[in-house]
């Protein structure tokens, strides 16, 4: 399935020269799915600091701000992040090529908000631990429930089902959920039940960047400098948001805080990027089959040349700036980076052109990054400081073009066949991680066998491992029989 059918509830028919360049971006968005589902099996202490989020270093695990730093998990939200900004301009062109307006499109785009938002609310009532901080076999079991009823309202129902059908089969699944999240109790004293600021803060912020990123997109698509302007205003938004004054009212006005702030939208600093990038993919396959090459045509020293350094300058970067070596991690970056994307202009085949394009972003916003490390102490996820908004925006763009280039020169989908497919499911497969993978582990005896070992935490880790490629076994074998989520 083509990533051009992200948002829509209909299958579409791709454009004949789509699938191999857009396949990368379902791997990039998968990988993302299934190392955050793997960052948090990990056990606890025992591992080095790598392993987990830099504020939140072992063996205690509390959260220190004050702490820089940058792990392959602070990776992971923000990869998911410009997945999600590529896909938009995929996504919603092929609206606009099939005639819908922007009064349609923006209906589209607010609705899909709102199923994000109810998703971010809900799934954080079912959860396991969230229903009790000891689940037993009835607390599995309301979990799985729970997850299942949500397979009416977000499955992609066949095109066979007529109107009232489809009609029928939300309804259903709308009048279940309600009923069930009326009837569950919680251990919390203060909120025993439903309770709108119980929500996954991370779909809380996809709801949120969501909606304002298509809508940036859609009303600047002809003029990329609008949209650099936007990220512009939100710099200075976030800059002066302390300094009093009507900066601080915009950025502190909520209608509902626990769903939305101004403070949210502030990862469209990778979004918007992500945008960029998604413009140009499609630019890209909508020329000609016989005039844009692709890499197949390229020798294969060079794919692995490309690949080796947009993944080496991932993995190189993340050590350096967690290690602290920052004045040899910027610089080596930037020479191999520059030097990469001088030496590309030499092809001159489309595909060059695209990726060699794409790269240069790459390139400035990686480099824009670093210089901005040194600012609010150090690059940190958590609070975000605006060189992790560049840095990891630089990565991404690296990591695409890397999985791209060498799924398509090597005809590799099915080595890659796990993660392109939990990237088209990616509801499915976050929704898994709490409400599939642990009550089968839990139930199925899994859990004993794989329980973590303090005097063995790699073994944990291997155990998390097996967990995590479960979860993504369960997920691809359901998206090939097409029963796919979609908001």
């Not at 939140?56 to 998911?80: C, E, K």
């Not at 949500?150 to 699944?173: D, E, Q």
């Not at 992500?274 to 794919?303: A, F, N, Y």
């Amino acid at each position: 399935m083509s990533i051009t059918n992200q948002i829509n509830d209909q299958p579409l028919p791709a454009p004949a020269n789509q699938a191999d360049r857009a396949v990368g971006l379902d791997a990039l968005r998968g990988l993302a799915i299934l190392a955050m589902a793997l960052s948090g099996l990990i056990p606890q202490g025992g591992l080095p600091n790598w392993m987990y989020h830099a504020q939140v270093p072992p063996p205690d695990h509390v959260f220190d701000p004050s702490i820089p730093g940058l792990t392959w998990v602070d990776l992971v939200f923000p990869f998911f992040l410009f997945s999600m900004g590529v896909s938009i301009p995929l996504a919603l062109t092929r609206r606009i090529e099939r005639g819908a307006g922007t009064p349609s499109i923006t209906q589209h785009v607010i609705k899909r908000g709102l199923l994000l938002g109810f998703f971010a609310v809900y799934i954080q009532h079912i959860k396991p631990y969230t229903l009790s901080q000891s689940p037993k076999t009835q607390t599995w079991f309301i979990a799985l429930l729970g997850l299942a009823l949500l397979f009416p309202i977000y499955m992609r129902l066949p095109k066979t089902f007529s109107s009232s059908l489809r009609i029928a089969v939300r309804s259903i699944g709308w009048i279940a959920v309600v009923i069930l999240l009326l009837l569950l109790k919680y251990p919390d004293s203060e909120h025993s039940s439903f309770w709108i600021g119980r929500r996954d803060i991370i779909i809380v912020v996809l709801a949120n960047v969501s909606v304002s990123g298509a809508l940036v997109w859609l009303f600047t698509r002809h003029a990329i400098e609008f949209r650099v302007l936007v990220m512009m205003g939100l710099i200075g938004l976030r800059l002066a948001h302390d300094s009093g004054g009507w900066v601080q009212h915009v950025w502190n006005w909520s209608p509902l805080p626990s769903m939305y702030t101004l403070y949210f939208h502030q990862y469209l600093l990778i979004v918007l990027p992500g945008t960029i990038i998604g413009d140009l993919l499609h630019k890209h396959m909508q020329e000609k089959p016989e005039l844009s090459s692709r890499p197949k045509t390229w020798p294969t020293w060079q794919v692995a040349a490309i690949t080796f350094i947009c993944l080496g300058m991932t993995a190189g970067v993340c050590a350096g700036l967690q290690a602290r070596w920052l004045p040899g991690t910027s610089y080596a970056a930037i020479a191999v980076s520059l030097a990469t994307y001088l030496l590309w202009q030499r092809r001159v085949d489309r595909w060059s052109q695209c990726t060699h394009t794409i790269f240069g972003w790459g390139v400035a916003w990686l480099i824009l990054g670093l210089l901005l490390e040194s600012y609010e102490g150090g690059i940190k996820k958590d609070h975000p400081t605006l060189s992790y908004y560049f840095v990891t925006t630089g990565l991404g763009i690296f990591t695409l073009v890397a999985l791209g280039t060498c799924i398509s020169h090597f005809d590799s989908r099915r080595l890659w066949g796990l993660a392109i497919a939990n990237g088209q499911n990616p509801l499915l497969a976050y929704a898994g991680i709490s409400n599939l993978l642990a009550p089968l582990v839990a139930l199925s005896g899994l859990g004993m066998l794989l329980a973590n070992n303090p005097d063995t935490p790699w073994l944990g880790f291997v155990g998390a491992c097996i967990k995590t490629l479960l979860l993504a076994l369960i997920v691809a074998m359901l998206t090939r029989r097409r029963v796919i989520w979609r908001t």
